[in-house]
């Protein structure tokens, strides 16, 4: 199994680089895949974060963009409430990108 | 995110010279144990692989005539070699379909014709061997099975088929494909190929029901599990997950309530995607299907209908039956299965819905014929429904409608470049070089009828499109769902739903 190293701990990786155990999950490691990704993390890529785990710890599946877009618009703004921000914020896409950062699995199927 | 090479676009498409293995570097992940045990495959590879793997091509030589035939009756004219997206993008001689298909029309005749067996060399045949293998896991996975190479092929020669065949093979000698059995694996478990569980599939419908609300005004329902409605809608899961499928799901729902015809989505049957089909398992396509009967059963449904997926029409409209019918339990008057289009299609025709076209004058739009539908199916009672509803539909949603090249629509489309199960991120070389032909005459039309707008019906040619195209600096926001556009044009509460 892939995997990395950070602060002398080793965690588990699948082949995209997404963590396999959501408990793995901490700050450090999200900075760590941020910058994996060429992310630099400011509040709102933060927010968002926190939105996804939140949201996975109930449901365990990261939610529709569009309900992860109206809950961004609630915290930062309604003028930010929309993919193109969040695209902005994750050029990768809210759904693959963050989700990694987040911690979550891959989205899998037709997205 | 790794930067993927863009191929430089040209205003026609051109048939390029050929290139030897320059898509030898990009196999799938393979499948693991994880993901493999469940689907009744071995885990990793058999230690006699190659016995196994022939034994399996010969029980499917048995069981399919036309796998054998297809094997036999090639004569290499080469009318299929530049009709391929995958080799006009890549120029790797294994790309043309042609020369696909000879990876495993080699290994047929070594082991199931005399001459194979005793002259190999004569007759180019070779052994199931280690590098063989490889050829067929990689090459295997740079078909989509969208079937353009099988018009234009003077025997109707179905690669497609050939590539099923190969991955079932393949999957036979524990040699699977990650992302397809992974997401089989949630469907059995779970409903759908996201993973959506039921909870979370109820939050969402009740999301968007406040949000056409909010929108509209108008108290529209996404019922779930409800049972005695009149049709069970079986949608892609990407419907309840992505932009821009969800603004589909969001106009099927206002059809439905606008016609006054009531409807439930199945959180057990949360999928009309049938990756089964990808890997050429009649076992678990027949299992995907299973769900959707059982629960139009339990749920005492009188129709079926199935959302904007390309592939899960196919299975719907062909093998459906086959697979889990007689249907005799729906209500007769009506196709059983329906397409969602055809269902709105009808209503149209019977003066049951108002559409505003002016509602969508921003736009003008073009249709791309997402392969499956295209050439595997039918809409409607003519021949060439499946091209003329679509069109009809975006035609009553707007006013301005522009048709791509006539190349590149209808039964001679080209695939978006991410179908047949590549809809993976570790084949994104693949897929920014297998839209190629779509870009161009995409970009030509966009050029000449200033289009900004591609309407379609199929959620893996939303989801390839939307991450590929602002590669070649289209922007994502022009890729929807053709019942995006009678969302937006559909005049709720306008007269009394007719049933």
């Given at each position: 199994m892939p995997s990395f190293e950070l602060n002398g701990r080793t965690y588990e990786t699948d082949e995209d680089g997404y963590l396999a155990n959501l408990s793995d999950w901490s700050q450090d490691v999200a900075g760590y895949l941020a910058k994996t990704e060429g992310v630099e993390m400011s509040e709102a890529h933060w927010e968002v974060v926190s939105f996804l785990r939140e949201y996975y710890e109930e449901y365990k599946i990261a939610p529709m963009i569009r309900i992860l877009t109206k809950a961004i618009g609630k915290k930062l703004g309604k003028e930010k409430g929309n993919t193109k921000y969040l695209y902005d914020l994750y050029p990768g896409g809210p759904a693959k990108q963050a989700c990694k950062i987040a911690g979550l699995p891959k989205p899998t199927g037709c997205v | 995110?790794?930067?993927?090479?863009?191929?430089?676009?040209?205003?026609?498409?051109?048939?390029?010279?050929?290139?030897?293995?320059?898509m030898a570097h990009l196999a799938p992940y393979p499948g693991t144990a994880k993901h493999m045990e469940p689907m009744g495959f071995p885990g990793e590879r058999v230690e006699n692989w190659q016995q196994k793997g022939i034994e399996k091509l010969g029980e499917l030589l048995k069981k399919y005539r036309s796998l054998q035939v297809y094997l036999d009756i090639c004569v290499k004219c080469g009318a299929c070699t530049d009709k391929?997206?995958?080799?006009?993008?890549?120029?790797?001689?294994h790309n043309m379909p042609v020369q696909r298909a000879e990876l495993m029309r080699s290994v047929y005749r070594r082991y199931f014709t005399p001459a194979g067996k005793m002259f190999p060399d004569l007759v180019r045949a070779v052994d199931f061997d280690e590098e063989v293998l490889q050829k067929w896991f990689t090459y295997f996975h740079q078909c989509s099975q969208c079937r353009r190479c099988s018009v234009f092929c003077p025997f109707g020669i179905d690669t497609a088929e050939i590539t099923m065949a190969a991955r079932e093979i393949m999957n036979a000698i524990g040699v699977g494909h990650k992302?397809?059995?992974?997401?089989?694996g949630k469907v059995h478990q779970l409903g759908n190929n996201l993973g959506i569980p039921k909870p979370a599939?109820?939050?969402?419908?009740?999301?968007?029901?406040?949000?056409?609300?909010?929108?509209?005004?108008h108290d529209v329902r996404l019922p779930l599990d409800q049972e005695g409605a009149e049709v069970l809608l079986v949608a892609p899961s990407a419907d309840f997950f992505s932009e821009p499928h969800i603004q589909s799901l969001m106009g099927y729902a206002k059809v439905f309530h606008q016609a006054g015809i009531s409807f439930t989505i199945s959180s057990y049957a949360s999928e009309a995607a049938n990756f089964g089909m990808f890997i050429g398992s009649y076992e678990h396509q027949k299992k995907i299907a299973k769900r959707v009967v059982e629960q139009a059963r339990a749920l005492k449904v009188k129709r079926l209908v199935v959302g904007e997926c390309g592939h899960a029409w196919r299975v719907a409209y062909a093998f459906w039956n086959t697979l889990n019918g007689p249907f005799d339990f729906l209500d007769p008057r009506y196709p059983a299965p329906q397409h969602i289009c055809e269902f709105t299609h009808d209503l149209i025709q019977r003066g049951a819905l108002t559409l505003d076209k002016s509602a969508n004058d921003n736009?003008?739009?073009?249709?791309?014929?997402?392969?499956?539908?295209?050439?595997a199916t039918r809409m409607g009672p003519k021949a060439g429904g499946q091209f003329e509803i679509p069109r009809d539909l975006i035609r009553a949603s707007c006013n301005h409608f522009f048709d791509m090249d006539e190349d590149t629509i209808r039964e001679k489309t080209f695939c978006c470049g991410g179908g047949g199960g590549l809809l993976t991120d570790e084949l994104m070389d693949l897929r920014v070089k297998g839209v190629v032909p779509r870009v161009t005459a995409l970009k030509r039309v966009m050029e000449q009828d200033k289009v900004n707008f591609m309407a379609l019906i199929c959620a893996i040619c939303k989801a390839q499109f939307t991450k590929v195209l602002p590669m070649?600096?289209?922007?994502?926001?022009?890729?929807?769902?053709?019942?995006?556009?009678?969302?937006?044009?559909?005049q709720l509460g306008a007269r009394e739903g007719v049933v």
């Open positions: - | 995110m790794a930067d993927h090479p863009v191929p430089i676009v040209t205003d026609d498409i051109k048939t390029p010279l050929v290139k030897t293995d320059t391929c997206h995958y080799y006009l993008g890549t120029q790797d001689a992302y397809s059995v992974e997401i089989i599939l109820k939050g969402t419908l009740e999301f968007l029901e406040e949000e056409i609300l909010d929108s509209t005004g736009l003008r739009v073009t249709f791309h014929d997402s392969c499956n539908v295209a050439r070649y600096g289209i922007p994502m926001e022009m890729v929807g769902g053709v019942h995006q556009l009678v969302s937006n044009a559909i």
